[in-house]
């Protein structure tokens, strides 16, 4: 079974400030697509960033980007110059491409709080 | 382009109502997705249709019944709603890069 880990429920930073949120996933095959989710207040879940697995330029869009080690299974989330409007629940999440025995669903970790201070 | 929009916004149900959720998507895409999602925990999904006149569960699909009325349309329905069935719920859609798009969610309380 595809599972996805992130071990960090709740992160706080200051303004301008870098973070990094964890996230670890367990899967046997070798395609897949990895993301990142944003769920402000408003309920809203919002793509932050998308990464294949078969390449290995890590992801990048604005101040957001990620560290894809495809070994160990494990795919953070870098915020750089943090902003008040980044705070918000942050989900990783995973699938497989979709068609043949797979639909493409997206398996989600439990999401971590980020809390950005002024 | 409004994306994916979801009717209604809140909705509160006593035990054993039904009441039917309405997502509509102006993108084009083929799949649809139905998803839960509970306090402290992700996105958890229900029913899908990878293109229009198919269904399938999901991972948490007892209690509900879906319907892919055409391209644009994908609802969910609860013939006898529970308790246990008071949650977010969120439908999406995939343009066939394997990224979702989701809509606004609907609250639903179930007293």
């Not at chain 2, 439908?91 to 007293?111: E, I």
């Given at each position: 079974a595809q599972t996805v880990t992130q071990s960090q429920p709740e992160m706080s930073v200051q303004e301008a400030e870098?973070?990094?949120l964890s996230c670890t996933y367990d899967t046997s095959e070798n395609n897949y697509y990895l993301f990142w989710y944003k769920q402000p207040p408003s309920r809203q879940m919002i793509l932050v960033i998308r990464q294949e697995a078969y390449k290995q330029q890590n992801a990048t869009e604005n101040r957001f980007s990620v560290n894809f080690q495809k070994a160990a299974k494990s795919f953070s989330l870098k915020i750089s110059d943090s902003q008040l409007g980044d705070t918000a629940m942050y989900f990783c999440a995973f699938t497989h491409p979709a068609g043949g025995t797979s639909y493409g669903k997206l398996t989600f970790g439990q999401g971590t709080i980020?809390?950005?201070?002024? | 382009n409004a994306g994916v929009t979801q009717t209604p916004k809140f909705q509160v149900l006593k035990t054993g109502q039904s009441m039917t959720l309405q997502c509509a998507q102006d993108m084009n895409h083929n799949s649809m997705y139905w998803y839960r999602q509970d306090p402290g925990m992700g996105l958890r999904l229900i029913y899908y249709s990878a293109s229009e006149g198919t269904t399938d569960k999901g991972e948490v699909p007892n209690g509900y019944n879906v319907s892919r009325l055409n391209k644009r349309e994908f609802s969910l329905r609860l013939e006898s709603a529970a308790p246990s069935q008071t949650s977010v719920y969120f439908?999406?859609?995939?343009?066939?890069?394997?990224?979702?798009?989701?809509?606004?969610?609907?609250?639903?309380?179930?007293?």
């Open positions: 870098t973070v990094t980020l809390t950005v201070h002024p | 439908c999406a859609s995939s343009d066939g890069t394997d990224t979702q798009y989701f809509g606004p969610g609907t609250r639903l309380t179930v007293l």
